[in-house]
């Protein structure tokens, strides 16, 4: 079972990250959307089955409540205080393949992305039976040469809240560097000897000097790329 988010779902986006990156000889537009969810403890289980129990109990029915029979008893409490509050789930990890939906609701989704990567997969615990869970998605799809969309895409962190789903795909893959949406790994090399690859972990949205870029100048930036 892979972590995923079958129901139109609100979350925060907390950053959107627009790229330019080299893919061999092709300049090739990129996006991570890093988003945060908060809810009841439930959603643990959608990381793995069984972690929602791992980490939380009933001390009431540990010390004596009666349980009702066919009634999910609830798990506000964490099992071992002492122990971190946060995780990281998969760490390093890349899960290639994903469908991510920009749902606005009544059937109607503004983008719809597949092939998409989805990686620093998170989860904050919290005593009363809330968890935050965070997570990334990245794109390098065709249709971000839409200079609209690629736009408004860049622009998330300002929108807040947003309802996504996020299809797990039947096998989770690994996301080589190179990787493209919706085409198979490049080599690890061009036929000049050069690396020809898109890294998910470039510092691509810093300036020459180091210095990072806001979203909108990187989008700016972008524009004017393909305008030359």
Do not use: C
Request: glycine letters at 10%; hydrophobic letters at 35%.
């Amino acid at each position: 079972m892979a972590f995923e988010l079958a129901e139109s779902t609100t979350v925060t986006i907390t950053n959107a990250n627009p790229r330019r990156e080299l893919h061999g000889e092709e300049k090739v537009r990129a996006i991570d959307i890093a988003w945060t969810l908060t809810g009841e403890n439930y959603l643990l289980d959608l990381i793995e089955p069984g972690l929602r129990a791992h980490h939380y109990f009933n001390k009431a029915a540990k010390d004596g409540q009666d349980e009702i029979p066919g009634i999910d008893i609830p798990m506000p409490n964490l099992r071992h205080p002492q122990l971190p509050l946060a995780y990281q789930y998969g760490k390093g990890q890349k899960w290639r393949g994903y469908r991510f939906i920009w749902d606005w609701g009544l059937d109607e989704s503004h983008v719809d992305f597949t092939d998409a990567v989805l990686s620093n997969l998170q989860y904050e615990l919290s005593e009363g039976g809330s968890v935050t869970i965070k997570g990334t998605v990245s794109y390098n799809g065709e249709e971000l040469q839409d200079n609209d969309l690629f736009g408004e895409l860049s622009g998330l962190a300002a929108e807040g809240e947003i309802s996504i789903k996020l299809l797990a795909p039947a096998e989770l893959v690994q996301a080589k560097k190179g990787y493209r949406a919706g085409k198979p790994d490049t080599p690890a090399t061009t036929p000049d000897g050069g690396s020809g690859q898109l890294d998910l972990d470039s510092d691509q949205d810093k300036d020459g000097n180091g210095t990072e870029r806001t979203p909108e100048s990187a989008f700016a930036d972008s524009v004017l790329a393909d305008q030359q």
